[in-house]
């Protein structure tokens, strides 16, 4: 069974550092081809994808956001980790954690909310 | 990047009637060399992460019901619900994945008239 969960703060003050974690269960992070990311959605509003990793250590980022983030894996612990600098309010969001399949999402965490208020 | 819009916003069918979602992307996602539309949909309930439910513009997920169909080539597409049931209601988002970055559509919410 697979399973993806997101772990991390759910306050940040503005210019602040988030990082976010992603605990992985039912399949290998080393596999070739298989690729985890995140996707994040502000209350209310639509999904927006930020990055994505691949078992061979391939990064992929939104151009957006690509200065700002940074996705790395501890395939020994089954996780991967997010960050993104100078937090803003309106990088308020539910961000999810994703499994990759042919380029949709089939598996999905069930979310962390991340709050940017000082 | 490509741009995915959706029609409409909202809208308001009778249980057992049909709904239809439209989507469009600012251009191509068909991949001449498999000849596949690289095109999702997702489905999300409130409180819930989206789930996809059509993935290549046309294949249903295992386990989707199969009310639920995809449509559609090149730039646009239509997600049918052929009779609504109480538990289709959603926000249903199209997502493609042609090229990088993969983009979303801004959302159609589906409710019971």
């Known amino acids: 069974q697979i399973t993806l969960k997101e772990s991390g703060p759910t306050l940040v003050k503005p210019t602040q550092t988030l990082t976010l974690t992603c605990t992985i269960s039912?399949?290998?992070?080393?596999?070739?081809?298989?690729?985890v990311g995140w996707i994040r959605q502000p209350p209310g509003k639509a999904l927006e994808w930020l990055a994505l990793i691949y078992g061979n250590d391939d990064k992929r980022y939104s151009p957006s956001l690509k200065s700002r983030l940074t996705i790395t894996k501890d395939t020994s612990k089954n996780q991967v980790v997010l960050t993104l600098t100078n937090m803003d309010p309106v990088d308020t969001a539910t961000y999810y954690c994703?499994?990759?399949?042919?380029?949709?999402?089939?598996?999905w965490g069930q979310g962390t909310l991340v709050t940017v208020s000082s | 990047d490509i741009v995915m819009t959706q029609s409409p916003d909202s809208l308001a069918v009778s249980l057992g009637e049909r709904a239809t979602i439209n989507c469009k992307s600012s251009q191509s996602v068909l991949y001449s060399s498999d000849n596949r539309n690289y095109l999702a949909w997702y489905q999300q309930k409130p409180g819930q992460p989206p789930k996809v439910i059509i993935y290549w513009a046309s294949t249903r997920e295992s386990g989707v019901p199969d009310r639920f169909s995809g449509s559609g080539s090149g730039t646009d597409f239509t997600l049918t619900i052929s009779s609504l049931q109480a538990e289709d209601v959603a926000v249903y988002y199209c997502q493609q994945y042609y090229s990088a970055p993969p983009t979303f559509g801004p959302g159609t919410k589906v409710e019971i008239k």
């Open positions: 994703v499994k990759k399949r042919h380029g949709d999402y089939n598996y």
């Open positions: 039912g399949f290998s992070l080393s596999t070739s081809g298989v690729a």
